[in-house]
């Protein structure tokens, strides 16, 4: 995503606590000091078993307070948090998260994060029972209701064998984010509405018509909405993504529940996002687990509604619409042709077309996509599905 954070110099506490991610936590470091800003690391004791303070010096070019009893002449232990003009915790443990929602102060990171008004951004990162469990649910929702803000964690291989929701976010979206936070905020005031996931359509009570889209491309456009500033409201089918904290999420596991939530809503929003993937037929489901031999008289298929076309036939003059198209054609020319005729025929604003299959989009952290306007020249944007939504953002917000 493209930062819209002033050009000048920050001053950054990178807080980093005892978790394995702590390694990926140097490439925060050495990014937000590339690209000019002031670090201040403040390791816990536990982040210094993963990584010693030498490397946080080396990396940060700057003093690396680690107790609490450091620099007392200066204050330190409250002075890093005053001065601060941003405050990321990456990776931020599920003790850290119980600490600081009850507002502890037994170590340097504890202090600075009571004494500082600037934002704070948290990239959580633990195995998914920890995650999962409602007590690190609580904290988390203590904090994102005291205005934190959070990015991640994803879904994806933990430490050891296991893989689920838990990982962090990568560095550099991280970065970009907790810039974007600080930045000004074009959106603010403005209700975004996104769709995401996939829908499932149900047969019989054990089975539906689904598809492989994981959601991950709608979170990400709602992440980087919020930090836009804007009120987002996410209505999403299966997701296999945590959705972003701070933003309103509707179950809709139907095209028909989709249709219903998005088209109440659309009036009030001045963007629309279709990024869900929307089974195109339904059927009349039975009310029976449906059998082998009953195969032949499975019902009959029937098309969904036109979600992004009838979003597009009330669309007033201020409000924008933008529609995902999702094709298999490996020819880019035929795969804009489709996308110029869905603009067309959904009377959308920008589609973004990507190309989709059992390898490719669904489910990738990175993606490429053109994003079409209705004039000018398509815009290749590739990239983390952070860094994407983005560009579409610029798109949008550009005159
Ligand atoms: C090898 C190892 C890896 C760990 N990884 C994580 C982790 O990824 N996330 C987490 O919440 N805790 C993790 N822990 C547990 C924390 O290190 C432990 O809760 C510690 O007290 C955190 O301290 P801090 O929050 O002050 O940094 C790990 C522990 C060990 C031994």
Known sequence: MTARHSESSLRVVLGVTGGIAAYKAVQIARSLVTKGHQVTVIPTASALKFVGRPTWEAISRSDVPVDLFDGVAEVTHVALGQQADLVIVAPATANFLAHYAHGTAEDLLGTTLLATTAPVVLAPAMHTEMWENPATTENLAALVARGIHVIGPEAGPLTGTDSGPGRMSEPEDIVDYALSVVGPRPLAGQKVLISAGGTREPIDPVRFIGNRSTGAMGVALAQAAASLGA?????????????????????????????????????????????????????????????????????????????????????????????FAAETTADDEELLARARAKMQSKSADVVVANRVGEQVGFGQTDTAVWIVQRSGAPVLSTGSKLTVAGHLFDVLLSP
């Open 231 to 323: 009120e987002v409201t996410l209505v999403h089918g299966a997701l296999e993504v945590t959705p972003p904290r701070g933003v309103e999420c509707v179950f809709a596991p139907t095209a028909a529940d989709m249709h219903t939530e998005m088209t109440a809503r659309f009036p009030d929003s001045s963007i629309a996002i279709m990024a869900a993937a929307v089974a195109d037929w339904s059927v009349e489901p039975a009310a029976e687990k449906l059998t082998k031999d009953e195969a032949g008289s499975w019902p009959e298929m029937a098309q969904t509604p036109d979600i992004a076309a009838e979003l597009g036939a009330s669309k007033t003059a201020e409000q924008r619409l933008v529609v």
